[in-house]
């Protein structure tokens, strides 16, 4: 990294750009779920999407590396934009962390991480499982290498699909409501080592109802509306004295009284 | 369990006609003679617009208005028709049966009605082969369990240059396919199917080996046997029996033929009673297990060799199905649909038989693995597809968005999985296979059922030999599900935890 942090602190993200959205329109059918999103993003920073179930949160992370592919607007990731033509190469460098983990379940939490490595960049086995096993041991899993997916818990499970995504040394992490799907008691586990990522300075685009984290991590808060941004602006500003009445709605719902 | 159901349901299938010393009495109290018959032996048998007509048809008519009783006519295949007389079906089988003393062991014959011989048939102008003793070196077709595969074989052929089929104008579309070079048959059904639909064939040479033709009963049916003989005299006596021969054999009957039918009257008979058909004769397997064996060996590859080309090609019509190119997956839903939608043995048949229309000519064995190939390939692949589709769609969005394009995401991460799903369907695919391998015995190939037929039609105990087919079977299947149950215990961690999920953090 190239970004100078403060160790446990948000970045204000005033590196180069690293992601920069345009105009993004995305309709399945009929419905228009994503209408006119444009963002930036520059090194070291921490984005924050917040909004309500069915606000567009999930179609906009996917239609940045095209597990959606938009109906209109651009992408651009560093000096590409992104399409069918660079498509394979550009996801290589974005990271994506799923809601429901996602792990391959023949393979064992170590060939979870060094699958892509080997088999996308042809690393040697030797020190794709010297890399793997780093990986496991900044997510707290060293013990768990050698288990299947099926024999670890929920929290283990989305640290070890954070390893993966991490294994292709991406330059932006996507995280799509990582702790939605966990039991209480595990959301802690995961959200430790997603913080210890942002305090590294790597730049992030976070979807979560986790409002004490996002607060706590984020560089940049956006507010998702019916497939708008509709305020936008640090998390002190967004949490403290949001100037749309939809946010104060959707923050006091989601806070509690 | 199994061998003792079937033992009981041949049991209770055996209750057809009556049988016993009085067989005769029995006929004339029902007031109904059934007769046996393969009809695709013309001049003596054929079926012509949904009726039975020939040479045989006639004069067995005419023996059931000399005894005072109907005739009922069943066609039947002929490997299957002596076990079926055996066994009660019919009362007579009349279907050109030549006499011989191999027959004559197990069932019992009327005096000789026609004389007759083997000859040979070739492409025309052929000139490789003459007469018999140009045989050796050719592929020789016959109908199988006739006396034209005995007269092949007592020309000292091997067993391998004779090949065997269901009826006679499959022998004879082979050699016009070039699948063969000759084929040996009864003269007068030979000359009778070149003049009626084989222009490329002739006859060659005259009889090389003389036969009588005789009507075959029961062993036990004695008496029948009588009466049937005594019929025979009267209508060789009073003319009909020149009359018939005349508009079935298309020239008038020899001058000579009716004494020397007379001076031959004592060559029938045998027939000496082995005991029941449904008496399980351990002595017999002596013999057939080698053969059943071998037969059994050969069901075996055929489905092993079948199994190893259609599982790729399956899983290229799975992955062609599934494409986003359209013409692709069109041609392969195409596919599979023809495939499924029409009997495997139709399959076989348009491969071996109708190919050679546009020059594709295969040899038996070739045809028998492609056509059981293409067939399990569509299957195959249907169970591939739905194991790809049974896939969570995470696994791929997972994969790509780790930059892997679509053949690695496949390759790494949805085949691996889907080979693990589709296992236990595709062990059912595999047996099913192994029993549809049967089919194609109908071009000429010696595999297991192929073999049990055989030799359960001269045996005497059908039932011997059947449960020996059964048990083999089994013998193949059985061990093939239990491997495969096994090798699902192995790799259980990924559908089910080895130990319950540690929820603790490390
Ligand atoms: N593949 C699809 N086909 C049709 N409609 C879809 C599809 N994916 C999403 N939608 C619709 O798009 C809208 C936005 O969905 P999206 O998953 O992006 O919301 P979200 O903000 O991530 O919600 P949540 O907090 O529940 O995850 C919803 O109304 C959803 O029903
Ligand atoms: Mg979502």
Redesign the interface.
Known sequence: MTTTTIPGSPTNGSGPPVLAIRDLHKSFGKLEVLKGISLEMREGQVSVLIGASGSGKSTLMRCV?R?ETPTQGTVRFRDTEIGPANL??V??E?G?V?Q?F?????LTALENVT??PR??LGAPAEQAEREARELLEQV?????ADN?P????G??QQRVAIA??LA?RPALLMFDEPTSAL?P??VG?VLEVMRDLAAEGRTMLIATHEMGFAREVASHVMFLHLGQILEEGPPDQIFESPREARTREFLARVLGP | MFPVLLAALLLLAGGGVARAENALEQVRERGELVIGTDATYPPFESKVGGRLEGFDIDLGNQIGKELGVKVRWVNSAWDGIFPALRTGKFDLVMSGVTITDERKQNLLFSRPYFLSGQTLARRRGDRRIGSADDLPGKIVCVQQETTGQTAAEKRGLPPESIRKFETLPEALLAVRNRQGDVAVGDLPALRDLIRKGYPELEVIGGVFVQENVGIVADPRSGDLIRGVDAALQRILDDGRYGRMYALWLGEPLPAADVARLNGLAAVGGGGVDSGSAFTIRWDLLQNALPLLLRGAVTTLYITGLTLLIGTPLGLLVALARLSGFRPLSTAAAFYVEVIRGTPLLLQIFVIYFVLPAVGISLPAFVAAVLALTLNAAAYIGEIFRAGIQSIDTGQMEAARALGMDYGAAMRWVILPQTVRRVLPPLTNEAVALLKDSSLVSVIALTELTRVGRELSTNSGSPITIYLAVAVLYLAMTLPLTYLVRRLEDRWQPISRPRAKAVAAKP
Do not use: W
């Open positions: 590396n597990l394979t190469r996801r290589r974005i994506f799923f429901r996602n792990l391959f379940p023949h699958l892509a088999c996308v707290h899993l060293s013990a768990k299947y099926a024999e670890l818990s929290g283990q993966r995504a292709l039991d008691e595990l586990e």
